[in-house]
């Protein structure tokens, strides 16, 4: 099985020895997504409703570099500064799906990078 690495220039960079997603077969593996807008490389924290929008666009960006959509991702992992900012978050990332949800966790954890509220990852497949 190969790897091969995605990159887009449409999505931040990564901030570590790491990259935007790799695909292993047929599977697609991104990684955490935080609110860094790609173009200026400026944190979007206004709200978290921005920030949470700004991480999604950020993942659609990663996605369509892998030529696929929301409509392929499997199962998602978002982590969370606190657990009050769960509905906001929800409601946000409910919006970029059309139905037929991936499966999810949602985590809250004592910090995130570049201390940010949210950030989410995601797994999808190539072919359903």
Do not use: C
């Not at 985590?107 to 497949?125: D, F, Q, R, T, Y």
Request: aromatic letters at 8%.
């Amino acid at each position: 099985m190969m790897k091969q690495i995605i990159k887009t220039e449409k999505a931040p960079a990564p901030i570590g020895p790491y990259n935007q997603a790799v695909k292993a077969g047929d599977t697609i593996y991104l990684s955490g997504q935080i609110a860094i807008h790609p173009e200026s490389g400026q944190l979007v924290t206004d709200n978290i409703t921005a920030e949470t929008h700004q991480v999604m666009q950020n993942i659609k960006a990663i996605l369509n570099a892998s030529n696929i959509t929301f409509e392929h991702v499997v199962k998602t992992t978002i982590f969370l500064s606190d657990m009050d900012l769960f509905t906001a978050v929800n409601e946000v990332y409910g919006s970029y799906f059309s139905g037929d949800y991936p499966a999810r966790e949602t985590i809250a954890v004592k910090g995130l990078p570049k201390n940010v509220h949210v950030e989410i990852s995601m797994i999808a497949l190539q072919y359903l």
